[in-house]
């Protein structure tokens, strides 16, 4: 117990040098890179985690968190015993009709990705399909202008994204042509594609500018028409009553309705969901060059301490202390060091981040909608692994000082001060 005592009190010494505060400036470099490398991890992985929730609040309050579908891409048959049965679990759901169609006014057209909806039940999982709170508000999803919940909607009614709306120059009143792109009906012309005249009753904003130029929604009655559906439809959307665990409810989900293809809001866009991993993985490797860099001074430190006290180890070697004791002293100060910044980029970065999420200072562009506060969530488990991955760095960096004290020959350090 006493030896352990002795090699704290000696690491705290050789830390302090000859000065007279805890640490000694030329270790405060050391410390400011480890600080600045945990302050860079944190702050980005927070940002990371933070853009990744708001692309999927914007996904799943245009689409859904779940879609229930027959495996094959079948249709699903009489889908409103199924719905009952999920609104029976507590969950929102509706039945969704999706096709490509084209609008047609006078000689332009324009493609459309179109959902045919029942605007009862799909406006309690959609969004986009309830009033905008504010032109201002952080809410960018809702209604700009008109409605889908009346007759001017569900007469062969649609409403359309406001960036396709604004490509069309369409407002609300007026009336569109919406074309098949299949030419299946014959005629004595020969054959032509199903027609139907809609009217423009809503403009919605849908949060992600794709959606916007290419999104619409019509009644269930004009996609089955095109769709050459009866009692049909494509899949089932669904929103559960806890939208933090998505996985959970559709583990859930698909456990109670064995044979049915479930799938989370992560395979609608298979392809932006892997960016964002992949993304918030590269740059935590990107800022964890940041903490490898701050571990190259602190093994020069390390070394350069064990060239100064090079007599000092030897008569300690000389007095009883063994390799492990000399390597557990200059472990401990590495370990001092290490925690220092640790503890300092922990506080630094996010003091920092409430700063962002409290005042909104770093903004981003997200198309259309203009500036909009750069997001932050913040994570235990990102915390742990940037603690876990920083000591472990610190480890590592020392292997090369702590294999210098072998060459230590304390005989030989007595006879040259003799």
């Known amino acids: 117990m006493e030896k352990n005592r002795s090699k704290l009190w000696l690491a705290l010494k050789y830390l302090r040098g000859q000065g007279h505060g805890f640490i ?35 996904i799943t309050g245009t689409l859904s968190e779940i879609k229930l579908s027959a495996p094959g891409g079948d249709p699903v048959p009489h889908p409103r015993p199924l719905v009952d049965s999920l609104l029976a679990l507590g969950y929102q759901a509706a039945p ?9 006014q006078d000689d332009r057209i324009w493609s459309t990705l179109c959902f045919g909806i029942d605007p009862a039940l799909h406006s309690k999982i959609s969004a986009a399909l309830h009033p905008r709170p504010s032109a201002t508000g952080s809410e960018v999803q809702g ?3 008109g409605g889908v919940e009346g007759p001017e909607f569900t007469d062969n009614g649609i409403a359309l994204g406001y960036g396709l709306a604004a490509e069309i120059n369409a407002r609300v009143g007026d009336e569109l042509q919406l074309l098949s792109p299949v030419f299946d009906v014959p005629t004595a012309f020969g054959m032509l594609p199903k027609v139907r005249t809609v009217r423009v009753a809503a403009i ?11 999104f619409s929604f019509v009644p269930l009655a004009t996609a089955a028409f095109f769709r050459g559906y009866a009692d049909e439809v494509d899949y089932i959307e669904v929103k559960s009553p806890d939208a933090s665990s998505p996985q959970r409810h559709t583990s859930r989900i698909r456990s109670l309705f064995k044979g049915w293809q479930v799938e989370d809001w992560s395979a609608y866009d298979a392809n932006l969901y892997s960016a964002l991993r992949f993304e918030k993985f590269l740059m935590f490797v ?33 007095f009883g202390y063994r390799e492990t004791d000399l390597r557990d002293l200059f472990l401990y100060q590495s370990l001092i060091l290490a925690t220092i910044g640790i503890i300092l980029g922990l506080v630094i970065s996010t003091a920092l981040l409430l700063v962002q999420k409290r005042f909104g200072l770093l903004s981003m562009g997200m198309g ?40 230590i020959k304390p005989i030989e350090l007595i006879r040259q001060t003799t």
């Open 368 to 407: 259309d909608a203009g500036p909009l506060p750069l997001p932050v969530i913040f994570s235990f488990q990102d915390y742990l692994t940037v603690v876990l991955v920083s000591y472990f760095i610190t480890l590592v960096s020392v292997i090369l000082p702590l294999q210098r004290l072998k060459r």
């Open 286 to 318: 990107i800022m964890l060059f940041t903490y490898v860099i701050a571990s190259f001074n602190l093994t020069g430190s390390m070394l350069k301490t064990i060239a100064q006290k090079k007599r000092e180890l030897g008569l300690l070697k000389a």
């Open 143 to 145: 209604i700009l202008s």
């Open 96 to 104: 969704v009709i999706r096709s490509e169609l084209i609008l047609k």
């Open 204 to 214: 919605f904003n849908a949060g992600m500018p794709e959606y916007n130029s290419t």
């Open 24 to 58: 000694n400036r030329s270790h405060w470099l050391t410390i400011a890179g480890i600080t600045l490398g945990v302050t860079a991890l944190i702050c980005v992985t927070s940002v990371m985690n933070g853009l990744r929730e708001d692309v999927r609040q914007r």
